[in-house]
């Protein structure tokens, strides 16, 4: 768990990416896939980030305002899409009305 939270934090605090993470390792002697750092990210995701998403969701969607961004990106290997296709992600906050934002 902790080499996973590692590869999360160089991946998207840290903005380093898996490629070179992967690099990194081989230099300490240590051969981990990007692939499998990705499998990683993926599961963790799924399992452990999803609640908390979900709950975090629901506190947003009793609020008043909302403000969104919207910003595209290119997803290589999206079931059923082309990697020419357009993705987005979502960024969606609290206004300030009183609430804890």
Not at 25 to 40: C, D, N, P, Q, Y
Not at 72 to 89: H, T
Request: with cysteine; proline share 5%; hydrophobic share 35%.
């Amino acid at each position: 768990s902790g080499l996973a939270a590692h590869v999360m934090y160089y991946k998207y605090v840290m903005s380093m990416p898996l490629y070179r993470q992967e690099k990194d390792f081989e230099h300490l002697g240590v051969k981990i896939s990007r692939t499998t750092m990705a499998s990683w990210t993926i599961y963790c995701a799924e399992n452990y980030f999803l609640p908390m998403y979900e709950y975090l969701h629901r506190k947003l969607l009793k609020r008043r305002y909302l403000m969104a961004d919207e910003t595209p990106i290119q997803v290589l290997k999206e079931e059923g899409r082309r990697p020419q296709s357009k993705s987005y992600v979502w960024l969606v906050r609290t206004g300030d009305n009183g609430g804890i934002p």
